[in-house]
């Protein structure tokens, strides 16, 4: 058994649920506080109210609140649903990685660690993978180039010889040769 799979045993909180709970927004690998809020098992306005009260230690690059059209892109394309009976009144927040680590100062509970720590886990395993698959995608791209030369240089052996020019047999007129 390697280190990843000893460490998601001790876990409680699976980190794939962890995974799953993970976007790309804005460039950003994010987490939404409702997702955030659920892990945590705290409501999601309670742990907005956690972060206002907070608000020096949340700058705009730990969390920032996604447009309308943001938050209807989400829900169509993972097919998000949105809470409550009504829905949300506004558009989520989103944390980053530093914002969801600072949310372990803010929320005190040994839920709140435990869900901290499986979440930092899945992220430092997603950069891991990401690495992995750039020195893949690197090397797998360096082997396509040299395959690519070995395929010219074989149509080009491949490729029938040109016939000998012959010269022509008689008088050429002025007007028929070339210049």
Same mark, same amino acid.
């Given at each position: ?61 730990? &969390?920032?609140? +996604? ?6 892109? @989400? ?6 649903? /949105? !809470?409550?009976? #009504? ?59 040299? &395959?690519?030369? +070995? ?6 052996? @491949? ?6 020019? /012959? !010269?022509?047999? #008689? ?9």
């Amino acid at each position: 058994m390697d280190r990843m799979e000893s460490i998601v045993q001790q876990s409680t909180i699976p980190l794939e649920r962890v995974a799953n709970s993970i976007y790309l927004i804005r460039g950003e690998k994010v987490m939404l506080d409702s997702d955030l809020a659920e892990l945590y098992g705290v409501t999601t306005g309670n742990l907005n109210k956690a972060v206002k009260r907070n608000t020096r230690r949340f700058p705009h690059d730990f &969390i920032f609140q +996604l447009t309308q059209e943001e938050y209807d892109s @989400l829900i169509f394309q993972f097919g998000i649903s /949105k !809470n409550g009976r #009504g829905g949300r009144r506004t558009p989520p927040y989103a944390f980053t990685e530093q914002g969801v680590a600072m949310l372990s100062g803010v929320l005190n509970s040994d839920r709140a660690v435990e869900v901290n720590v499986a979440i930092m886990r899945t992220f430092v395993r997603m950069r891991e993978l990401l690495a992995t698959n750039d020195d893949l995608a690197r090397k797998v791209a360096e082997h396509d180039h040299h &395959i690519a030369v +070995l395929y010219d240089h074989l149509e080009k052996l @491949l490729e029938p010889p040109e016939p000998p020019k /012959k !010269n022509p047999i #008689g008088y050429i007129y002025p007007e028929e040769t070339e210049s």
